[in-house]
Structure formats: structure tokens, C-alpha cells
């Protein structure tokens, strides 16, 4: 290196710009300029140990030398990049590369222009933010012919190398997206970049994913954009995250909204998730209760046998609509109408148990009112018929002394008598029996 730059000063003579030169062939730093020391934030010492591909974002590291070796044939070719610093920070730069013979060896004398503050922070800003290995796709297309291919492109569309060499770019734009493609392709031969565009790509075996996608131009010598490089994401799982997140969240409102308390658990009793009316029903904050077992916090000792047998039946299948006694924070014991049902994992494997809980204790206090009402009524009933059926009796045997007298309006008085002794008797028993009814339906009997 020091006999090139010795003879050669000329070609890193440049305190505007960064220029490297580089070895086609082993892909070797032999020179490098103050400029690009400031710019990479490497010393000269350390550039000349180190290869082009080191330079750039980890994903493409291999694209510059892709690029060049494009155009076998001395000239120029310019285009845009990712470059990383030796902080590990990304940013854009635009290289351009001239080809030249020197020593029997072909080189590439590279001028690399810092593009960040180029009238597009944002999209640059929000480039060079993305995180390192997180599988980019990178190639290239010359006159709509695919010519670079990274590792990462073949992992993501399905094609390997020596497959998509030389193929139509519109191999990988689904047939509803090339139109879309088509206007990318107007805004890349204007000369402008196109940057972070969500849209669709199709691998190999015909499945289409959502995809994020960057375009560079790529010039000739002359500055005619002749192609781009492409720089595209698999955001499938983005996208899959971002629509489960939107269920999750609407799952979440519905559950908090409504007026039954909902409590899981999973296969030992212990609470994983609560919604707020559960809370407000026994009194506690959902942090108090979330990891403890719910037989412990809310149950009588007594009920524990039983709720092991509900909990056996969730991992059957079973659904299942209870009442059982529950014990607030508070100390006081409320009657709860439980429905619940086996909690699922995404395998389908029964994790435990969904219950969904109805605070019944003011309706069994209306009821127990009722019975208990209802057994004074009974009470009353049953000393009323006795009492009257005295005087009944007794009316029943003067009336019928009188049936042997021969005063005809007399012996009619006497029947009516009768007869209005008999009604009372039926509606006595009627009272009785209506009233040994309501009982029955009130304890469900």
C-alpha cells in the first residue's frame, strides 16, 4: 500500500470527499484518504486491514463488489448504500466507483458521499435506525434483469443464486402488484430513491408476503440511471403482530367492559389474568391477586375437594354453571354464579380454566326472604283453617238439626247454610294446597 500511495497520490489526493482504494479480486482496503477517516471513524492503520464489505451494513455486505463486478470493463458505475461507522451506526452514502489497472491487479478507486443530511432525513433517519441482522434482502437490477443476490435474498424469496441470476425482476412482484412496480421503477429512472415502501413480494413457491422495500438508483459514468438496488424486508410477522395486537386489544375493551367478573387460572388454581369487575366484586387490585391460587384466596376449605373434581372435568372438556360461596378481601362471604370453561393454549391443550363469575348474594337474600315469608303465610294459613274449621263444624251440626222440621222456608235457610259451610271447607283446602305449592317452587322442589 505504501508503494501505491507513494507512486499513485493522485488517486486519494481528495480532503472533500472519502476515496478508498480497493482490490476487486480479494475485496482488500489498499488505501484510504483523511476523509474517509473521519467519515468511517477508523484510522488509515485500521482501514488497511480491514476488507470493502466490512464497511457496509452486515446484511449487504457483499454488494459493493457485487456491483463492480457487474461491469467487467474499466469505467464507472454509481450508486447508493448502507454503510456502517465503527460505532455500529447506519448511514446512506452514494459511491461512486471507477475501474482502473494498476499494477497487473484491477482496483476500484471509490468516492463515497455522505447522503444522511441529504433533503430526506427522515426516511434516511428511519433507514439507518434499522437494526442489524434482521435478514434484508439485497440485489440488484440491470435493465430489468436481476444481477446481485444476496444470502438473505435466497432465504427469503426461496431462490438460490445461480436460480435468479439473469432472471425478470418481475419474478418476485405478484401479478396484482406490478403495476405498483411499474411507477417504482418511473420514480428510480427520474433518479430519485424510494424509500420504506410497504407492499407485497412472491417467493418461489408462489406464497406472497408483506414485505418493506427501499429502491437506489444505479448510474453509468454518465449518470444515466441504468438500474437500482433493492433493499427489502419480510414484514409478514410485522403485519400478523400489528393485526393480533388490534384483537388482543379489542378482546381486552370487550373483557374489561363487561358487567360479569372474569377470572383464569391455570391447571393448579393460580390466577393469571382478571378483569376489573372481578375486581370490584371481591375487592381487591388486580396486582394483589394476579400469581396466588384462587382456592386459597376466595374459597372455603370445605369447597376445596370439590373444585380439585370441576378442575379435572375442565381438563376433559367440560363446561360447567355453579353456585359456590366466595370470601371477599374484606372478610365477607358473597354467593357467586360461576360459568366456566377449559382455558386453551394455541395448541389446543387444555392450561386451565376460564370462569366467569355473577355476584348472585342480593338474589339468594330475595329468596331466602320469600321462603321465609312464605312459611309465616303458611303458618297463618294453616292456624286460620284450623281456628274456622271449629265454628264450621259447629254451624254443620245445628244446621242439621233442623231437617226434620216441616217449615219449608225454614228447612231452605238450613241448606244454604250447608252449603256455604262446604264452600268455606274448599277454600280452606285450596288456600292450603296453594300455599304448599309456592313453597315447593321457591326451593325448587
Excluded at 420 to 431: I, S
Aim: proline share 2%; net charge neutral; charged share 30%.
Amino acid at each position: 500500500m505504501n508503494t501505491l500511495e507513494s507512486k499513485h497520490p493522485m488517486f486519494l489526493k481528495n480532503e472533500v470527499i472519502a476515496i478508498y482504494i480497493i482490490d476487486l479480486e480479494t475485496n482488500e482496503i489498499l488505501g484510504a484518504n483523511r476523509e474517509a477517516e473521519k467519515l468511517s471513524g477508523y484510522s488509515k492503520e485500521e482501514l488497511l486491514n480491514m476488507r470493502a464489505s466490512d464497511l457496509a451494513d452486515e446484511s449487504n455486505s457483499e454488494n459493493i463488489r457485487l456491483f463492480v463486478k457487474e461491469r467487467e470493463t474499466t469505467g464507472r458505475i454509481s450508486f447508493e448504500h448502507i454503510h456502517k461507522k465503527k460505532n455500529g451506526s447506519l448511514y446512506l452514502v452514494e459511491i461512486t466507483c471507477h475501474i482502473l489497472e494498476c499494477y497487473g491487479r484491477q482496483l476500484c478507486q471509490s468516492f463515497v458521499r455522505d447522503l444522511t443530511n441529504k433533503e430526506q432525513p427522515e426516511p434516511v433517519r428511519k433507514l439507518s435506525a434499522r437494526p442489524q441482522n434482521t435478514g434484508v434482502a439485497v440485489f440488484s437490477i440491470l435493465d430489468e434483469r436481476i444481477t446481485s443476490w444476496n444470502k438473505e435474498a435466497e432465504k427469503m424469496f426461496g431462490y438460490s443464486e445461480a436460480e435468479i441470476i439473469g432472471a425478470s425482476s418481475g419474478i418476485i412482484v405478484p401479478t396484482e402488484r406490478r403495476a405498483e412496480y411499474l411507477k417504482q421503477r418511473e420514480v428510480i429512472f427520474s433518479g430519485q430513491s424510494v424509500m420504506n415502501y410497504d407492499t407485497e413480494r412472491q417467493g418461489k413457491d408462489g406464497t406472497i408476503f408483506s414485505a418493506n422495500q427501499s429502491m437506489f438508483p444505479i448510474k453509468d459514468a454518465k449518470g444515466k440511471v441504468v438500474g437500482s438496488s433493492l433493499f427489502v424486508t419480510n414484514i409478514e410477522n410485522r403485519k400478523e403482530e400489528i393485526t393480533l395486537g388490534a384483537e388482543e386489544q379489542q378482546q381486552r375493551l370487550l373483557v374489561e367492559t363487561m358487567n360479569e367478573g372474569i377470572m383464569q387460572v391455570d391447571n393448579n388454581h393460580v390466577i393469571l389474568r382478571l378483569n376489573k369487575k372481578f375486581c370490584d366484586i371481591m375487592g381487591y387490585k388486580e396486582q394483589e391477586l394476579l400469581g396466588r391460587s384462587s382456592m386459597d384466596v376466595f374459597n372455603d376449605p370445605k369447597d376445596h375437594e370439590s373444585l380439585r373434581n370441576k378442575a379435572d372435568d375442565r381438563q376433559r372438556g367440560i363446561k360447567e354453571k355453579y353456585e359456590i360461596r366466595m370470601k371477599k378481601k374484606s372478610g365477607a362471604w358473597i354467593w357467586a354464579y360461576v360459568s366456566a370453561a377449559p382455558l386453551l393454549n394455541i395448541g389446543g391443550k387444555v392450561v386451565g380454566s376460564t370462569a366467569m363469575l355473577i355476584d348472585i348474594t342480593q338474589r339468594k337474600k330475595a329468596i331466602q326472604s320469600l321462603k321465609e315469608k312464605n312459611k309465616e303465610l303458611e303458618t297463618f294459613i294453616f292456624r286460620a283453617s284450623r281456628d274456622l274449621q271449629g265454628p264450621l263444624n259447629s254451624a254443620l251440626r245445628l244446621s242439621s238439626l233442623t231437617r226434620n222440621i216441616s217449615d219449608t222456608a225454614a228447612k231452605a235457610y238450613c241448606q244454604q247454610i250447608e252449603a256455604c259451610v262446604g264452600q268455606m271447607e274448599t277454600l280452606l283446602h285450596n288456600l292450603s294446597s296453594g300455599s304448599e305449592s309456592e313453597q315447593g317452587e321457591l326451593t325448587g322442589g
